[in-house]
């Protein structure tokens, strides 16, 4: 027995003992002055000050520098979520109103025309190995997740036009980042992949989670009020109109009429390029024989008429009414998501019968708003 008591004992003592050194071993306080030396502190970090006086003091390694790991701490604590009983009238109508939060998102550079615009006017993609032949495909994930957590990432104007743009004759290598070569590697990304249905596959996720979040929408009490038009007498008695949802189309016979007359300006365009590359000679003067000087660095060759791009492509124009002197946006749904995707929302809900709907402003109505704004933005078409 006294065996067995000195035993237990040896091995109670031996298991404070590892105990001990498993608290020494995941320490993550830095050590004091008294384990490192005499130590000389400035404002950004701490040196170690040699025996002999003589050579230059030492840095110390930023785990073990207690300057700056105090530094480190005052940007790495949490931010204290605001109190919403504590806004101001101003701050609560920005808090609900979903065109601040589209401004208020990071800026990031768009990678089609390197223009720097807030976030929630892009399309984001990243790149995502292939299960078969682990080529790196470039890939709109953040729209079929949650997590914002998800690499380097590839982003351009929420456009249909500009994605279709950056496929054609690969664009989109012209716009791949420096930091995505560095973390695939340069023979990865000579492999990466644009999927030819790319705009496509953009608009149906863009689609699906507007559905989603509009399928809650119309099965909630109080989201959404039925009126009879988007006209100011007919919701005027309305409160807190943030816009309206129209299930109809409100495309108009010249919108028909737009694929027709933009052929027809590719094809003047093009006859115009096509002519005046056969006359360049009486067109250049720097071709002619008798030219006495090379043309200047600035030369682009002579110019060709074309229509001016602020013609083309005019500023874009959505539909509005007006709410007690409010622009609020007018939306179709059948447009936005295609008139079976339509149907099948409405029905069985008590709008069913309804042509018009109002959504009210409030902060848990800002996803959806922010998703019908990226829709209808990703399918404009410019004028001419």
Known sequence: MTGTGSLLQRLKSCASFSKSITRINYSTSAPTSDHLGPLRRDEHQSFRVRKDRKGSPLPLPPVLDQVVLEERARWEKTKAQPRVEQFTLFQKKLWENPYAHALASPVRQCRSTFLLLPSALLITLHARLHPETSDPWLLPVNLTTKNVHLGTPF???????????????????????????????????????????????ILSLLRKNLLNKLRWHFNQSG??????????????????????????????????????????????????????????????????RSATHTPPAWWRGPLIPE??????????????????????????LTDLLGEDSMRDLVRGTKFDRERFVVLRRGRHNVPVELGLMQLQAYLVAPGL
């Open 155 to 201: 982003r351009f104007l929420g456009r249909k036009i500009v994605a279709q743009h950056l496929g054609k004759k690969a664009a989109w290598k012209g716009g791949i980042y420096t930091r995505i070569i560095e973390k695939l590697g340069a023979t990865k990304v000579s492999k990466m992949v644009w999927r030819e249905d790319m705009p496509d596959l």
């Open 307 to 332: 229509l001016q791009p602020r013609i083309r492509f005019p500023p874009l124009e959505f539909k509005t009414t007006d709410w007690r002197g409010i622009k609020v946006a007018v939306y179709s």
């Open 223 to 288: 989201q959404m009020v039925g009126c009879a038009s988007p006209r100011k007498e007919d919701i005027e008695q309305i409160n807190d109109v943030s816009c309206v949802l129209y299930f109809g189309s409100l495309k108009s016979h010249a919108d028909e009429l737009h694929d027709w007359s933009l052929a027809i300006l590719k094809e003047v365009e093009f006859q115009a390029k096509y002519w005046a590359g056969g006359q360049n000679e009486a067109r250049d003067p720097h071709l002619l």
